[in-house]
């Protein structure tokens, strides 16, 4: 399976930079919690969902940019925010190895957006805003990188009941 790498265009504005990372956070918490939901694994399952539930923390830090960039009152639909990819639908053919290379693929995206982001941000909270989701995404990377590292050491890790054997083997993340 092809996977599809944003481009990010040079022209776009911070506040089109924002309302891409939104997308990007809505589609990664989607696809975590579909991605937890084919393991069997409850340590990697709960790795998996407290992940999504940072992209959704992610989403509404942005959302908070975005708004008072713009002075709206509310984030009015446009090209950046309706992608929704039908997630599940892909994810059956795949192996969770290929799953793994995707979700890595995605936080290196989301780690150069958020980078193009704060080369073009002029205002400073919006910088550290974007450095600090940098630094979130980095370590997204790195967790998704060791048990990426640990399936193909232990291809039946993601079906395993996550017991107490596994516990020396596994990464504990940031």
Known sequence: MAHKKIKINKGLTPVEIIGLGITKEVNAEAFYRIFAKKVSNR????RLLNIADEEAEHREIL?????????E??????????????????????THTEILKKAIRMEEES??????????????SVRKILSYLMDFEKG????????LKLLSK?????????????LGQMFIGP
């Open 140 to 147: 997204h990377k790195e967790t998704l990188t060791q048990e």
């Open 111 to 124: 780690i150069k957006l958020y980078q193009d982001g704060y080369k073009r941000a002029r205002e400073e």
């Open 43 to 46: 340590v990697v399952k709960k």
């Open 73 to 94: 009152k509310k984030i009015a639909p446009n090209k950046y925010l309706l992608k929704k990819p039908d997630i599940s639908r892909d994810m059956k053919k795949m």
């Open 63 to 71: 959302k908070g940019i975005y708004l008072e960039m713009t002075g």
């Open 154 to 166: 232990e291809p039946d890790w993601f079906d395993s009941t996550g017991s107490s054997e596994w």
